[in-house]
């Protein structure tokens, strides 16, 4: 690899497990309504960002899906779990951070989700200051796969994209992680490794501990 000077980490699906509640909470918005969601179609729109999600779902299911209400009655849902702390942490979360810092890697969080949810969860764990800039779904202009998120991330940190690597469980992610000219690592969650993530990422693991483990035989500064 490059000389890395920072790692740069989604939230869902890789900072918490909030991917297979995602799925969860859409499941039952979408029964309420008489429509069956499925595991495929959510994974296709993981990490997109929320207009790319509306889109997906209109193509899907129709144009008279009343996903304006849908989506409010999933945030609802969504932020009464959040609120009662019922979105675990990934296993091997403290120990990747702890690892980063301890060896002077500057570190970012690169999230499509809102900036006020992250901050809530982040908060919640303690883990907030383990982050040197954080960048949200709500301050970009394009959702992944587009590269935007992951430069903003590099810009705030002053470094340059080719020396940051990027952990993501989505597809979206890893395509933008390469579109940026950074080293894509995926870790799986409800995404297996698949052709169209193999092609954009550096290495696929099964967890962050794994990931750990094989950063510190690899990374150089």
């Known amino acids: 690899m490059n000389k890395i000077e920072a790692v740069l980490f989604d939230m869902d699906g890789v900072i918490f497990d909030t991917e297979a509640i995602y799925l969860k909470v859409w499941t039952e918005v979408f029964k309420k309504y008489k429509y069956k969601m499925t595991k495929d179609i959510y994974i296709s729109v993981m990490g997109r960002g929320r207009n790319n999600v509306i889109k997906t779902f209109l193509e899907a299911f129709g144009k008279n899906l009343p996903i304006t209400q849908m989506y409010k009655e999933k945030d609802e849902k969504l932020s009464k779990i959040i609120k009662y702390g019922q979105v675990p942490m990934k296993d091997g979360v403290k120990e990747i951070l702890d690892f980063l810092k301890e060896n002077n890697y500057k570190v970012a969080l690169a999230t499509s ?70 080293i894509g690592i995926h870790v799986e969650d409800l995404k297996k490794a698949d052709n169209d993530i193999l092609k954009y990422c550096h290495r696929s693991f099964e967890n962050l501990l794994d990931i750990k483990a094989y950063l510190s035989k690899n990374i150089d500064r």
Not at 141 to 169: G, T
Not at 171 to 180: H, S
């Open 113 to 182: 989700a809102k900036r006020d949810r992250a901050l809530i969860q982040l908060e919640m764990e303690n883990i907030i200051e383990k982050f040197d800039a954080i960048v949200c779904g709500d301050e970009v202009v394009n959702s992944k796969p587009h590269p935007e998120i992951f430069l903003k991330a590099a810009k705030k940190l002053c470094v340059n994209p080719k020396d940051c690597i990027v952990i993501e469980d989505s597809a979206a992610g890893i395509e933008g992680a390469y579109k940026a000219k950074m």
